[in-house]
C-alpha cells in the first residue's frame, strides 16, 4: 500500500489574479469568496484536497498590495506568515508580460524560503497561447521555477498538472484533517464570507470596501432542521448604511437573498437569514476593530 502524502501549499499573488476561484476548483467545493474587486479575501483561507494518495493543504492568501490602512496592514503581515512554513508555492500571475513590485516582492520572498515553487499562469483562456511564451521567458528571467503551469482556473483547463506537480513536493505523513474536511473554517464563518461576497458583488466604490461581517447567531432549529443565521454588516458612514439598505430595504434584501442562496448551497439545508446594518466609522483605521472584526494575526 502506497503511503500517504500530506503537506501545505501557499497559493500568492497580487490582488484579482484568481486565487480564491483556483482554490474553489481544487478543493471541488466554494469555500473562499469571489469577487471582480481587488481585496476581496482578507484572512487566509485554507482548503482541504482529499486524494486517494493524501491530502493536500491550500492556503489561499490575500492579494499583495500597498497597506494604506490597519486592515491592508494585516492582510500584509497574513501573506508573509502564510509562506514561512510551507512545501511549496504556487505563484499565481496573470497572462501579460509585465511583473510588478508585487510580483518582485513575492518572488524574492519565494527565494528565501528555498522551497518547490512553479510558476502559474492564470486565465489563458482569455489570450492566444502564443502571447504566454513572453510571459515565460518574462518570469523564466526572474526565477528557475519548479514548473511554469498555463491554468485556467474558472474552466479547469490545466488543474490536473497542477495538481500532480504540488502532490510531488508534499513529503509522507499523516492526514491533517478529516477526509470530508473542505476547510478549517468554521460553516459559521464561511456564511459570513458568503454574505460579504454579496457585498461586493452588489455595492459600487468605495462602500463594499468599508464592509465587514460580523456573525450574531448560527444555530440549527431541532423541529425543522432549519438553520437560524444571524450577522450584522458594519460599514464606515451613514451615507453607506442607507447605500446598503437602499430604497425601502430593497439592497438590503437583493444582498441578503443572494447570500442566503449560496448559504444554503454550502450547507446542504434550509437557511433562515436575518441581516443588520451598523456603522463603526473608520473601522479600518483602528487597531482594535480590526481585530475585533476577527482579522488577528495568527
Not at 67 to 88: F, P, Q
Not at 169 to 179: A, N, R, T, Y
Not at 283 to 288: L, P, T, Y
Request: hydrophobic fraction near 40%.
Amino acid at each position: 500500500m502506497e503511503a500517504k502524502k500530506c503537506g501545505v501549499i501557499a497559493i500568492v499573488g497580487r490582488p484579482n489574479v484568481g486565487k480564491s476561484t483556483l482554490t474553489n476548483a481544487l478543493v471541488g467545493e466554494k469555500i473562499a469568496i469571489v469577487s471582480p474587486k481587488p481585496q476581496t479575501t482578507r484572512n487566509r483561507i485554507t482548503g482541504v484536497v482529499n486524494a486517494p494518495w493524501g491530502q493536500m493543504i491550500l492556503l489561499d492568501t490575500p492579494g499583495l498590495h500597498r497597506a494604506r490602512n490597519k486592515l491592508d496592514e494585516y492582510m500584509t503581515k497574513t501573506i508573509r506568515h502564510s509562506v514561512a512554513d510551507v512545501d511549496g508555492v504556487l505563484l499565481l500571475v496573470e497572462p501579460v508580460a509585465k511583473a510588478g513590485g508585487a510580483e518582485e516582492e513575492l518572488i524574492a520572498r519565494v527565494k528565501d524560503l528555498g522551497v518547490p515553487a512553479a510558476l502559474v499562469i492564470n486565465k489563458i483562456d482569455t489570450v492566444k497561447k502564443e502571447d504566454l511564451l513572453a510571459v515565460m521567458a518574462l518570469y523564466g528571467q526572474a526565477h528557475t521555477w519548479d514548473a511554469v503551469l498555463p491554468i485556467s482556473a474558472r474552466s479547469g483547463e490545466g488543474l490536473d498538472d497542477l495538481l500532480e506537480t504540488a502532490r510531488r513536493w508534499l513529503p509522507q505523513g499523516p492526514m491533517l484533517f478529516p477526509e470530508d474536511a473542505v476547510t478549517d473554517q468554521p460553516e459559521g464563518q464561511v456564511c459570513a464570507e458568503i454574505l460579504r461576497e454579496k457585498l461586493l458583488l452588489c455595492l459600487d466604490k468605495e462602500v463594499p470596501h468599508g464592509t465587514a461581517v460580523e456573525l450574531a447567531k448560527f444555530s440549527q432549529r431541532d423541529r425543522d432542521d432549519v438553520i437560524e443565521a444571524e450577522f450584522t454588516i458594519y460599514c464606515e458612514k451613514d451615507s453607506h448604511k442607507g447605500i446598503i439598505i437602499g430604497r425601502q430595504g430593497a439592497m438590503l434584501k437583493k444582498i441578503s437573498t443572494l447570500a442566503r442562496q449560496d448559504m444554503e448551497r454550502f450547507m446542504g439545508a434550509k437557511v433562515f437569514l436575518r441581516t443588520w446594518v451598523k456603522v463603526k466609522e473608520n473601522w479600518r483605521a483602528s487597531d482594535v476593530q480590526v481585530r475585533n472584526f476577527g482579522y488577528r494575526e495568527e
